[in-house]
């Protein structure tokens, strides 16, 4: 039996999903090492010393606005042709918006204003529950001192490019597949689990963290298996990133496991009861 395909041809669904993975991190990665080199050449031909320049150079690229939020754009936007790449190219399946769950209906719109909301609730909610656990809370004041409008829409726009980009590849995809093959709860677990361990490429995390990590992105894997709409999810996605990079508030990791725990099991109740109720519509006795 081939190690890269099923006894049908088609490519095996690990290397399917080490590929858009893969393609994913690169993108990001050449999306920001690319200009830093270009733009080090420059002012190192301009006169700059190497390392001054370097180091102007990633500071422009991580630290200015305009540069993060570009490449953030074109960070979420690359998730498109990378999905399309690996669903019509090498499993030659048709590829259509529907595939990564961004084919628009009546539902859309109330979709993202939901995810949004969600967003809100949920961080409030954790930052409640850090206060409950013993973290220190600054005053209203103090927490709107250094809001500034165009600073929170330039952060709005680049959090939520990203966010719809990890969501088309992890959830319109990677869980989408897990499933289809493992079924929902193994395939929005492996793909909670995969999800939350990229990220300790990029930072460290406490063991309690990741758990937390993999209960929210479980918990939104669940909410999107049952929506259906990457609307919904990569909205909540972005303003909770939004929210948390704009408002420096103290939480705490077990409250936020907590909470997120709470959240996981509500969605699993509301997607049985619905499952439930379509099962009673459909078949009345």
């Not at 733009?39 to 200015?64: I, P, Q």
């Not at 990569?234 to 508030?249: E, I, P, Q, V």
Request: aromatic share 10%.
């Amino acid at each position: 039996m081939s190690t890269i395909r099923y006894g049908t041809g088609e490519v095996r669904l690990v290397w399917r999903l080490l590929i858009i993975i893969l393609l994913f991190v690169a993108v990001a990665v050449l999306l920001r090492f690319i200009p830093i080199c270009l733009y080090t050449g420059f002012l190192a031909h301009n006169g700059v010393a190497r390392e001054d320049a370097l180091a102007r150079a990633k500071a422009t690229v991580f630290e200015d606005p305009a540069w993060s939020t570009v490449i953030g754009i074109l960070n979420g936007l690359m998730s498109l042709p990378l999905a399309w790449l690996v669903v019509g190219v090498i499993e030659r399946r048709p590829f259509t918006w529907k595939t990564v769950g961004l084919d628009w209906r009546r539902s859309s719109l109330s979709a993202l204003a939901c995810g949004a909301l969600l967003a809100l609730v949920l961080y409030v909610l954790d930052k409640v529950v850090g206060l409950v656990l013993g973290a220190s809370m600054p005053s209203v004041n103090a927490v709107l001192a250094g809001l500034s409008i165009p600073v929170f829409i330039q952060t709005f726009v680049l959090y939520v490019a990203m966010g719809f980009g990890e969501e088309v590849v992890f959830r319109g995809y990677v869980q989408t597949r897990l499933v289809e093959r493992y079924g929902i709860v193994r395939g929005v677990l492996v793909a909670s689990v995969t999800f939350t361990l990229l990220h300790i490429g990029f930072r460290p995390l406490p063991p309690v963290t990741i758990v937390s990590g993999v209960v929210l992105w479980a918990a939104v894997g669940a909410l999107y298996h049952w929506s259906r709409s990457l609307y919904l999810v990569g909205m909540f996605h972005g303003m909770a990133n939004t929210l948390m990079n704009t408002f420096d508030l103290e939480g705490t990791d077990l409250g936020g496991l907590l909470l997120h725990a709470l959240v996981l099991l509500l969605v699993v109740v509301l997607a049985l009861r619905r499952s439930a109720a379509w099962r009673t519509g459909s078949n009345p006795t």
